[in-house]
């Protein structure tokens, strides 16, 4: 009972509590300062490293906007050069011209003299800009050495900053990591002794209490005695109670204290730890450090044989640009005449063409004879049918004269396109704006292949160009005013606004993207006609029309014939083989009859002559008398049916 009363008092526990957990707040707090100050340690490193990168960079930009000045200076001088001499330049021709003409040959010696001295100005301005200009490039030159040599100090400077940064905390670090260590071991010996004193103090104080007790009791013995043995068993229960009570806070807190110098220990152990990381860190920070400076060195003997492969590669590249662009305009000269001979074989060979052409129907024409004569003999005098011409060889006959030749429809062209092109609408008209008659002539100089095959009549320059343009468009399917509208779209670079402002200067597209204009313009037609397929039918081109007739005419030479004819030829063919094969049969039936019917009378003249001979007689039956009862039976005997033979 006295046990339980000493150590039953709750607010001497929650005071050591209270106790522990402010130290534990404490050392808490004591870690904040320690960060901050590592932290402002790191902060000023990173300022000071930073610092070189920004004047680096502030260098960097006014030497940008330094060389820009510079730059445009140079194109000022350049320009006012360029003007100075092309003005002098025309002195000096418009002084030749006059020269040709003087005739005193002392002024000619002085205008001489005074020419050649205009020229050697023209010569030394140019010379004197060649000299700055150089003399800017040995600067730049020298500049960029300077600043190649500023770089590699500002790395150097960069380096021995990150050094004394490092040092710096790493010194910081350690300081703070061994005060940060002693202040722990401080606190923890401090929380030791307190804990010491009042362990000891409760102690003492039970001892008192305990005193205290004997001596009340002593004095209390025989009043308490009734009481204790009536509380006896209350107090035994209570005082195993409260005996478990304190045995599992005793244990609870020497567990807590067993965790404290856990974590403690734990704490060195770390920082232990960090501090090793940091001496590794530190080992391979140098070993990059040391990577790095190689690889600079590796850098500016890269940059050093970069730079000589690019001034090699660039002046091959230059000769090759030039060799290049005299073979581009040595072959494009080659190209033009070669597409002047081009056109020429072409009418020659159009003209042979139509020639054999020509020949070649009129064999046509004379085996079509033959054939349908043969037709009207076979019709009239093997079948004894009435014999009439096809009606297609009708309808061809009377087209024969125009179709026959072909050239003859390009005589006049002028007299039906011209009525219907809007090409030919817009020429003749004297309301066609310039733009359109610049984007037609542009289509018929550039895209000639379109009209390749095509021969046009002798005619007028304008009329030819007009005819040729007109091919065109119906070979691009032009055939209204609105798709020529569109078709002016892709060669116009202005609005439509300025298009149709006649005062207006309209911007066309260079002869070099014609071609890419007339795709583009084919394309876009051609998804058009595919959008409008569901609705409308597709019509033929102006060269599908022009070929139709034609072909129209061609179809019905070939076709003269029907084949219902073919077939009858064809079935009475098979059926003349037949008979000529029956009559050859019937040939050889005679033949061998005949040569039988000669066997026959032999064998009869042979037999008569072994019947009259001698020898017969002296046999018992005769051979006659046999052959005459063989005939007897054979008279008797009824005849044959021949249809059943």
């Not at 722990?184 to 409760?202: A, C, P, T, V, Y």
């Not at 202005?494 to 007339?518: C, T, W």
């Amino acid at each position: 009972f006295a046990f339980s009363r000493v150590f039953n008092s709750p607010p001497q526990l929650s005071d050591v509590f209270f106790a522990v957990d402010n130290r534990m707040n404490e050392a808490k707090d004591a870690l904040d300062p320690v960060r901050n100050r590592l932290e402002k340690v790191r902060a000023e490193g990173n300022d000071k490293l930073t610092s070189i990168r920004i004047a680096s960079d502030n260098r960097e930009n006014n030497r940008r906007v330094e060389e820009e000045n510079r730059r445009l200076e140079r194109k000022q001088k350049r320009e006012l050069e360029q003007k100075g001499s092309r003005k002098k330049n025309t002195e000096v021709g418009l002084t030749w011209d006059s020269l040709y003409t003087q005739a005193d040959p002392d002024t000619l010696l002085k205008e001489l003299q005074l020419q050649r001295e205009r020229c050697e100005e023209v010569i030394e301005s140019k010379n004197r800009l060649i000299a700055e200009f150089r003399a800017q490039l040995q600067a730049k030159h020298i500049e960029y050495v300077k600043s190649l040599r500023r770089q590699r100090d500002d790395i150097e400077q960069l380096i021995t900053d990150m050094r004394e940064s490092f040092s710096t905390l790493q010194q910081k670090y350690q300081g703070e990591l061994e005060q940060l260590e002693s202040s722990f071991m401080e606190e923890r010996k401090d929380l030791l002794e307190h804990n010491r004193i009042e362990i000891d103090g409760l102690i003492e104080e039970r001892q008192r209490h305990e005193i205290k007790h004997i001596e009340d009791r002593r004095q209390n013995h025989d009043q308490q005695q009734e009481e204790l043995r009536q509380l006896r068993i209350q107090g035994a229960e209570e005082f195993n109670r409260l005996a478990i009570k304190l045995e599992s806070e005793f244990q609870d807190l020497e567990q807590q204290l067993a965790e404290m110098g856990a974590t403690y220990h734990l704490n060195i152990d770390k920082l232990d730890h960090n501090r090793q990381v940091l001496v590794d860190r530190k080992d391979e920070n140098t070993s990059r450090l040391n990577a790095q400076h190689e690889r600079i060195a590796r850098l500016h003997a890269a940059l050093t044989s970069l730079n000589s492969k690019f001034e090699k590669q660039d002046r091959e590249y230059r000769q090759t640009n030039t060799q290049l662009t005299e073979d581009y305009k040595r072959i494009t000269v080659q190209f033009k005449e070669l597409q002047d001979k081009f056109r020429e074989f072409e009418i020659t060979d159009r003209r042979r063409f139509e020639e054999v052409r020509q020949m070649n129907e009129e064999h046509i024409i004379e085996m079509l004879r033959k054939v349908l004569q043969a037709d009207k003999i076979i019709h009239e005098q093997q079948l004894g049918m009435a014999w009439a011409p096809p009606p297609q060889l009708a309808d061809s006959n009377e087209d024969a004269s125009a179709e026959s030749s072909p050239a003859a429809e390009t005589e006049d062209p002028m007299d039906t396109d011209e009525q219907t092109s809007p090409a030919a609408q817009l020429l003749t008209s004297h309301k066609a704006p310039d733009h359109v008659r610049q984007v037609l002539e542009m289509i018929a100089l550039e895209a000639d292949f379109l009209v390749k095959g095509r021969v046009f009549p002798p005619a007028p320059p304008e009329q030819q160009l007009m005819l040729r343009i007109d091919a065109m468009l119906k070979v691009l399917s032009v055939e209204t005013p609105d798709d020529l509208t569109r078709l002016l779209e892709y060669f116009v670079v202005s609005d439509k606004e300025q298009m149709n402002d006649p005062e207006a200067e309209i911007e066309m597209i260079e002869r070099s993207e014609v071609i890419r204009a007339l795709e583009s313009f084919c394309q876009d037609s051609q998804r058009l006609k595919q959008g409008h397929a569901g609705h409308t039918t597709a019509q033929p081109t102006a060269q599908q029309k022009e070929q139709a007739p034609e072909e129209v005419y061609w179809a019905k030479v070939r076709f003269a014939v029907p084949e219902a004819t073919v077939r009858v030829w064809a079935t009475l063919e098979r059926a003349l083989q037949r008979y000529n094969k029956l009559l050859h049969d019937r040939a050889a039936s005679i033949q061998r009859n005949g040569m039988l019917r000669q066997q026959n009378e032999e064998l009869k003249a042979l037999l008569n002559q072994y019947l009259a001979a001698k020898i017969n007689e002296e046999l018992l039956i005769p051979p006659a008398n046999v052959i005459g009862l063989e005939q007897t039976v054979a008279a008797a005997q009824p005849a044959p049916d021949p249809l059943r033979a």
